[in-house]
């Protein structure tokens, strides 16, 4: 069973099940993996919620044996992956972390996810359990948005984090500059007419990112095809991607698994794509919450490890525990 929210819309929704449409799909990271809640989607009055949908009884123990980098340990591996990107002259790799609370009895999910849908109204807000994944996230990042009858398609650049009352550096402002040229690479391929907007500030919770948003049209049937090219984006993988990808690989000390992936959810009117990004997976003793960052030449180790902990509360600061 899943409940979500789309982005500034407070109905609550589910996939009905009686149904065999595939209304909402989650793709892993590195594409491999998917979950996939068929039926169609209708409006779930917050009184008929499952409240035994996500207690601590029904989750999976934690058999992973993963334990947390320390703050040391995030800083040294992140000094090697700044002299790779300076050795390479990259733009950009995003080196993530997993965070593990353990601190906890029991977690009440249900009001959880309330707490995330008020904090995070613009954001796609989603819990799920499908007996072998329980998951619970908020990111407002659109891969894609596809309007069925006039075929517009809609995407946007976002990267560069920083608390919101601070002022843009220059570092922030590199790191979402390759984002931005490297969507406009991939629609030129499909198509002669892009609409980009200018480059503003998009806030979500205590933290803000820079924002540049693209429209066009396109074919329906070349919908499949660009998100496959956009995936994953410079914003939660780097450029060029092949080599980034495989430096993801050697120096991140777990798998993304679901972090990092896309979700795709298909309505009557349109088609929409959300990077799963500000989420974690939820075990009956622990809860992983997974976090990155675009890493540049620039970068400082110990802010970056300041940001990580700032886009960790997205979900640790909406837990109700006891």
């Not at 409940?3 to 609550?12: C, I, Q």
């Not at 009858?149 to 979402?176: C, D, N, R």
């Not at 902990?309 to 525990?321: C, D, G, P, Y």
Request: proline share 4%.
């Amino acid at each position: 069973m899943i409940y979500f929210k789309l982005p500034f819309d407070e109905r609550l929704l589910s996939a009905d099940e009686k149904s065999t449409k595939n209304a909402v799909n989650f793709f892993s990271y590195n594409g491999l993996d998917q979950i996939s809640f068929s039926g169609d989607i209708s409006e779930i009055p917050p009184n008929e919620v499952d409240q035994k949908l996500i207690t601590n009884e029904v989750l999976n123990d934690d058999t992973t044996n993963y334990y947390a980098e320390t703050k040391e340990e995030y800083c040294h591996t992140l000094q090697q992956v700044i002299k790779v990107i300076k050795e390479n002259n990259l733009p950009k790799l995003v080196y993530s972390r997993r965070k593990i609370f353990t601190n906890f009895h029991t977690v009440n999910y249900t009001e959880s996810f309330k707490n995330l849908c008020k904090s995070y109204p613009n954001a796609f807000r989603y819990l799920f359990n499908d007996g072998k994944n329980a998951w619970m996230g908020a990111f407002s990042e659109v891969l894609g948005k596809f309007n069925k009858t006039t075929y517009e398609f809609e995407t946007m650049a976002l990267a560069g984090t920083l608390p919101v009352s601070e002022e843009w550096s220059e570092k922030e402002i590199e790191e979402q500059k390759p984002v931005t040229n490297y969507i406009q690479n991939i629609l030129a391929n499909y198509s002669d007419n892009i609409d980009q907007s200018e480059t503003y500030d998009h806030i979500s919770g205590n933290i803000k990112h820079l924002r540049t948003d693209f429209k066009t049209s396109i074919q329906p049937e070349d919908l499949d095809k660009i998100i496959q090219d956009l995936h994953p984006t410079p914003a939660v993988c780097g450029i060029p991607k092949d080599f980034c990808n495989e430096n993801i690989r050697k120096y991140e000390k777990f798998p993304r698994e679901f972090y990092a992936g896309y979700i795709k959810v298909e309505t009557d009117e349109s088609i929409l794509y959300f990077v799963n990004l500000r989420c974690a997976r939820l075990y009956k003793d622990s809860i992983h919450v997974f976090v990155g960052g675009g890493i540049t030449a620039q970068s400082d180790p110990e802010k970056e490890w300041r940001e990580t902990e700032l886009k960790s509360e997205a979900i640790l600061k909406n837990l109700i525990v006891s």
